[in-house]
């Protein structure tokens, strides 16, 4: 696996047909692209653009990805298992 990283233009907007071209290598190189995970920053993107990346990967890969939920939470919160069921 290897996180593939969402790419921005200079103008601060996502470059989808980076994204899209990133996660195209990492599938032709034999290696499942891993989207919407913390070295992605998914804490940082829109629900409608982590929906987008989902769909992107999906699109290019035939469904052979995988992808991270992230859950804000602070030190010594409980374990958010409804919260995770959501974010997955």
Do not use: C
């Amino acid at each position: 696996m290897s996180a593939v990283l969402v790419p921005y233009t200079a103008d601060g907007a996502i470059d989808w047909g980076a994204v899209e071209a990133h996660v195209a290598r990492t599938h032709a190189a034999g290696l499942t692209p891993a989207v919407n995970m913390d070295t992605g920053y998914v804490q940082l993107l829109a629900e409608s653009e982590k929906d987008r990346v989902l769909d992107l990967a999906a699109a290019v890969t035939g469904g052979a990805f995988v992808a991270g939920a992230y859950v804000a939470d602070a030190s010594g919160a409980p374990f958010g298992l409804d919260e995770y069921a959501r974010a997955a």
